[in-house]
């Protein structure tokens, strides 16, 4: 979860974090993997099937094991799509330019409505839906090390204890 989270931050810290788990040589591996979180799943895999053949674990368990690490694996592939997958620009940009338009005609066709304060209710509006856009913005970037950001900390955390 550690070298998951790390990774969709574009983060390469996450031996600081594992030093009490990993060994001197499975930390320099881990460090120079071009995918850690594949790494780290490989490495499980291989330490699952030496105890299965020095007889620590049965076939099932073993099995047990791999089909969570696929499940795991799927996971990481879906969290990489989310990462690697922005909004179109093309998309952005004319919702943004309808915006602005809008913003520019509603005082016109708020003018007979609410008289002079058209620009105050314009502001208003302009306001919600700007701050509309911004969540949006930063719901495209799930992972990224902010306030409005997934608690990835947290469900290390949780899966560490």
């Given at each position: 979860?550690?070298?998951k989270?790390?990774?969709?931050?574009d983060?390469?810290?996450?031996?600081l974090?594992?030093a009490?788990?990993?060994?001197?040589?499975?930390?320099?591996d881990?460090?120079?993997?071009?995918?850690p979180?594949?790494?780290?799943?490989?490495a499980?895999?291989?330490?699952?099937?030496?105890?299965?053949?020095?007889g620590?674990?049965d076939s099932?368990?073993?099995q047990?094991?791999?089909?969570q690490?696929?499940?795991?694996?799927?996971?990481?592939c879906?969290?990489e799509?989310?990462?690697k997958?922005p909004?179109?620009?093309?998309i952005?940009?004319?919702?943004?330019?309808i915006s602005?338009i809008?913003?520019?005609?509603?005082p016109?066709?708020l003018?007979?409505?609410?008289g002079?304060?058209?620009?105050?209710?314009?502001?208003?509006?302009?306001y919600?839906?700007i701050?509309?856009?911004?969540v949006?913005?930063?719901?495209e970037?799930?992972f990224e090390?902010?306030?409005?950001s997934?608690?990835?900390?947290?469900?290390?955390d949780?899966?560490?204890?």
């Open positions: 979860a550690v070298a989270k790390r990774h969709l931050r983060e390469r810290t996450m031996l974090e594992l009490d788990v990993l060994g001197p040589c499975d930390r320099r881990a460090a120079t993997a071009k995918h979180p594949l790494w780290f799943l490989d499980l895999s291989r330490y699952v099937a030496e105890t299965e053949a020095a620590g674990m099932q368990q073993a047990n094991f791999h089909d690490f696929t499940i795991l694996e799927e996971a990481m879906g969290c799509k989310i990462k997958t909004i179109p620009f093309a952005t940009s004319h919702l943004r330019t602005v809008f913003f520019l005609l509603l016109l066709a003018y007979g409505t609410v002079t304060w058209c620009l105050s209710v314009n502001f208003v509006v302009s919600v839906v701050g509309v856009e911004q949006a913005t930063e719901c970037m799930p090390h902010n306030g409005n997934l608690a990835l900390g947290r469900l290390c949780t899966v560490r204890a």
